[in-house]
């Protein structure tokens, strides 16, 4: 259902692309948007156990967007280094695409929070929970299971790694 990737000598392994999605701070969710036009969006995000999470509002072109086509991609850049003498951009990135769904079930959108929580502000719980609380009811938590995973770095990197 999924192409192969036509660079595969610069295809990462499973355990690197996972890698580059732990580490991210953001990313590029990639969704069926209104009249056939593709909307993407730079969103925060936390990876956990094959499956992205992410918050939103409860309405706008983003929610409309998931309620209509449950088809998503995302893209996080794990590394960007611009080689202006060499006319290129070392690179690394992964891409997920999968099912996104809202998250109805309070517990399940809850525990979803709180691994955003934990992400990004490490060791507050407390904290966390707290903010959750006050935001809970005007807060959708988005759920991408992800069923295909690919990662790729520049030529050059792969270059690198092969003469090491």
């Given at each position: 259902?999924?192409?192969?990737?036509?660079?595969?000598?610069?295809?990462l392994?499973?355990e690197?692309t996972?890698?580059?999605?732990?580490?991210?701070?953001?990313g590029?969710?990639?969704?069926?948007?209104?009249?056939?036009?593709?909307?993407a969006?730079?969103?925060?995000?936390?990876?956990?156990?094959e499956?992205?999470?992410?918050h939103?509002?409860l309405?706008?072109?983003k929610?409309d967007?998931?309620r209509?086509?449950?088809?998503a991609?995302?893209c996080?850049?794990?590394?960007?280094?611009?080689?202006p003498?060499r006319?290129?951009?070392?690179?690394?990135s992964?891409?997920?695409?999968?099912r996104?769904?809202?998250?109805?079930?309070?517990?399940?959108?809850?525990?979803?929070?709180?691994?955003?929580g934990?992400?990004?502000?490490?060791?507050?719980r407390?904290?966390?929970?707290a903010e959750?609380?006050k935001l809970f009811?005007?807060?959708?938590?988005?759920?991408?299971?992800v069923?295909?995973?690919?990662?790729?770095?520049?030529i050059e990197?792969?270059?690198?790694?092969?003469?090491?």
């Open positions: 259902m999924f192409r192969p990737m036509r660079r595969a000598r610069q295809q392994s499973r690197e996972e890698a580059i999605l732990r580490k991210g701070s953001s590029v969710l990639a969704l069926a948007g209104d009249e056939g036009y593709p909307y969006l730079p969103i925060s995000y936390v990876y956990a156990g499956k992205l999470y992410f939103s509002a309405t706008g072109h929610m967007a998931v209509r086509c449950g088809k991609s995302f996080v850049i794990g590394q960007d280094q611009v080689a003498e006319y290129t951009t070392l690179y690394q992964a891409i997920a695409f999968g996104i769904r809202v998250l109805e079930d309070a517990a399940e959108r809850r525990a979803a929070a709180l691994l955003l934990e992400k990004y502000n490490p060791g507050h407390a904290e966390a929970e959750i609380g009811d005007s807060m959708a938590v988005l759920e991408l299971t069923e295909h995973l690919t990662g790729k770095e520049g990197l792969t270059r690198q790694r092969e003469n090491q």
